[in-house]
């Protein structure tokens, strides 16, 4: 049992890893295929982590991280699943969001604003206190019709598309990206 947590979970955070996050995304896509409601994904980056590791070191980064993930964990919904890629990415996966797509992406920006509003506290970083600001790429789906790899990739457009403009925002992917 020690050893299937191990291996589904990241060690810093305790989050749910890549491999797990997967698995839970491409569960979520079944059962909206089944129910017609939509799944949301936010692809969560960091915006200058490295600038926080260089100056501070990696202790303080890590300390970072895992303040990050807690918060995160906190803000989202019993039926949410936040996650850790690696380095500063997160994934959260927002299941059993409503039917009508419009509806769905309203739901998935209150989300969104909810981690925005988690990281508006500064974090005791390496015996300094420090802000941090995300850029977040959001995109909703409904059913299996595209893979995992796709729809995360898509979250991942969008999150690019929220730091080149500006950074410490969200941005919905739309295929024009």
Not at 109 to 136: F, N
Request: charged share 25%; net charge negative.
């Amino acid at each position: 049992e020690h050893l299937a947590h191990v291996a589904l979970h990241d060690g810093l955070t305790n989050l749910p890893n890549r491999s797990l996050i997967t698995d839970r995304i491409a569960a979520a896509q079944k059962r909206s295929e089944r129910s017609g409601n939509h799944v949301g994904i936010l692809f969560i980056d960091l915006d200058k982590f490295k600038d926080i590791n260089d100056s501070f070191g990696h202790d303080a980064g890590d300390q970072l991280l895992s303040e990050v993930a807690d918060r995160f964990r906190g803000a989202l919904r019993p039926s949410d699943t936040a996650a850790r890629l690696g380095g500063d990415e997160f994934v959260v996966l927002c299941d059993e969001m409503p039917s009508d797509e419009s509806e769905a992406t309203l739901e998935l920006e209150r989300v969104a604003d909810r981690l925005h509003q988690t990281l508006e506290a500064s974090v005791a970083c390496g015996g300094t206190e420090v802000y941090v600001t995300a850029s977040i790429g959001m995109n909703v789906v409904r059913g299996s019709g595209q893979s995992v790899r796709t729809t995360l990739g898509n979250a991942d457009i969008a999150m690019y598309r929220a730091k080149a403009r500006g950074r410490s925002r969200s941005e919905p992917y739309d295929s024009a990206i």
